[in-house]
């Protein structure tokens, strides 16, 4: 286990996870590459006021309705979802002045197989 760390947050990565950044996105995908995890930091609000309903309704216009969520020291918005061929999770998160998109896609076929694991992972994020 190591620790990822950026300006805005950090989270704990298993050893057979690798992480890379492409512009403002970290990717994060594991040995066997059933799926793959993005987390981009959005925004920063000074007041510490961020209306992910109305931020979400921006982003993902066409997205179903959204559920509770919490990751770590993060509250939002999750979505579950297919896109072709992909099952998809997503989660607008937000810590303060801290807005995250997360993404977690995968095969349909292996849609569930790995949703532990990848909530443990996600579970371990922590506001910097």
Not at 7 to 13: K, T
Not at 34 to 43: P, Q, R
Not at 104 to 111: F, G, K, M, P, V
Request: with cysteine.
């Amino acid at each position: 286990m190591h620790t990822l760390e950026t300006d805005w947050w950090s989270l704990d990565l298993p050893d057979e996870w690798e992480a890379e950044q492409e512009e403002e996105t970290i990717i994060l995908c594991d040995e066997d590459g059933v799926g793959m995890i993005e987390i981009t930091a959005l925004e920063r609000d000074e007041s510490g006021v961020v209306d992910l309903q109305a931020l979400a309704a921006q982003l993902f216009p066409d997205h179903p309705a959204a559920t509770a969520a919490q990751l770590g020291d993060f509250t939002g918005l999750y979505f579950q979802y297919h896109d072709e061929g992909d099952a998809v999770r997503e989660w607008l998160l937000s810590k303060g002045e801290q807005v995250v998109l997360i993404s977690y896609s995968c095969d349909i076929e292996n849609a569930a197989m790995d949703d532990e694991f990848v909530d443990g992972i996600l579970d371990t994020l922590r506001a910097e």
